[in-house]
């Protein structure tokens, strides 16, 4: 995340320079890019979710409540 906020600043980055026929600061932030987004899906899928469905414990009244015995549903 830093290699893209510093680019701007970094001036192996940022000069007039072209790589490819690129310049060298779309091709430093695409690289970011590309490399970041399959750490941020590791980090998603190996993240431990606390978060349980709650919703599928409320039942038809929405109370969430268990019955009572006696009470007809």
């Known amino acids: 995340m830093a290699a ?3 680019s701007v600043y970094l001036p192996f980055v940022n000069n007039a320079g072209l790589v490819l026929g690129l310049p ?38 929405g109370t969430g409540a268990e019955p009572t015995e006696g009470a007809s549903r």
């Open 24 to 61: 060298r600061l779309f091709l430093w932030t695409s690289f970011w890019v590309v490399a970041i987004t399959p750490l941020l899906l590791l980090v998603e899928r190996g993240r431990r979710d606390d978060d349980t469905d709650d919703d599928a414990d409320i039942d038809a009244d």
């Open 4 to 6: 893209l906020l510093a």
